[in-house]
């Protein structure tokens, strides 16, 4: 029997992007109130043998967040408004990659490294040393995270993941894909991308622990290296406990992670449910379609 393929996706500029077998799918309100929808289907490289192999498929699931979501993103920001694209936006895009991994390598390991660093003179124990480290990595993301939420519009799309969680919910519970049905379900899931990042802090402090103290630029070259093996057992990790959510141990260890998504979500309204249940549906028939076609 074969395994079932979870759906599941990213809020967008006024839309929701969800992500199927071989398909995605982005839905987005323009001002005009009309809701548009494409499907395109996905590269090989996301659809693959790959991307099915254990720990491979986390590092494979990182590339594919950063690409898909940026292209998403920009498409759905040129709908919203009703512009053309715009020239050179592949350059914006891999503009916008390469900004975002430099800052996130700035906040998220040099900033953290750095603080440890300038108190480590006071600190006897070369594991107290790394988990100092590991604790201030934390602080700056829950930080980082709570604070992106008071900016002006980021509300409008923590509405959309909210959407797109309840949407993905009430599709694995076997719902209708109406709206009065799918307000009924809860805004977090187990496979959210910020409950992720927890999961990758907490692996990052244990694994951090025993790297000891070498000089500076060696403990953060040694945790650059480090966390693709990271993200890949962390996304392994994310999976198995999504598969068995509804054992009591599993989700009491993957209750803070659920608690952490109310940081990146909203109560959205029945506008932003029709979106994502309009996201769903249309890959659900890209894929589907596309299982006939290869069947005849």
């Known amino acids: 029997m074969a395994r079932p393929f979870y759906y599941g996706g990213q809020a967008v500029i006024e839309g929701v992007m969800m992500r199927g077998r071989k398909h995605l799918a982005i839905a987005v ?3 005009s109130d009309e ?23 986390g590092i494979i699931m ?8 940026l292209q998403s993103l920009l498409y759905s920001a040129d709908v919203f408004t009703g512009e053309e694209e715009v020239k050179g936006k592949s350059a914006m895009l891999w503009g916008a990659v390469a900004f975002g991994l430099v800052m996130g390598l700035v906040l998220f390991l040099a900033i953290p490294l750095a603080i440890t660093w300038a108190v480590d003179p006071y600190i006897g124990s070369d594991r107290v040393s790394n988990l100092v480290d590991g604790v201030i990595r934390l602080v700056i993301v829950i930080t980082y995270i709570g604070s992106i939420g008071l900016i002006p519009g980021i509300g409008r799309v923590f509405g959309y993941h909210g959407a797109e969680h309840k949407v993905v919910n009430a599709y694995e519970a076997g719902a209708d894909m109406e709206v009065n049905e799918v307000r009924r379900y809860t805004t977090a899931h187990p496979r959210c991308g910020t409950g992720f990042l927890l999961i990758v802090l907490v ?26 093996v990271i993200a890949a057992v962390s996304y392994e990790l994310m999976r198995l406990g999504a598969e068995h959510a509804k054992h ?23 506008q932003q449910l029709e979106v994502g249940i309009s996201a769903l549906k249309a890959v659900i028939e890209a894929d589907a379609l596309d299982a006939e076609a290869t069947e005849t």
């Open 35 to 57: 809701i548009i929808t494409v499907t395109k289907r996905l590269p090989t490289i996301y659809t693959g043998s790959l991307r099915r192999t254990p720990l491979v498929r």
């Open 29 to 31: 309100r323009r001002t």
């Open 248 to 270: 009591g141990i599993v989700r009491t260890l993957f209750a803070p992670g659920l608690a952490l998504q109310a940081l990146t979500t909203r109560q959205p309204d029945d």
């Open 203 to 228: 692996i990052a402090i244990i694994a951090f622990t025993f790297l000891g103290r070498p000089p500076i630029y060696e403990r953060f070259l040694w945790r650059l290296l480090l966390l693709p």
């Open 62 to 69: 990182l590339v594919e967040t950063f690409i898909l979501g």
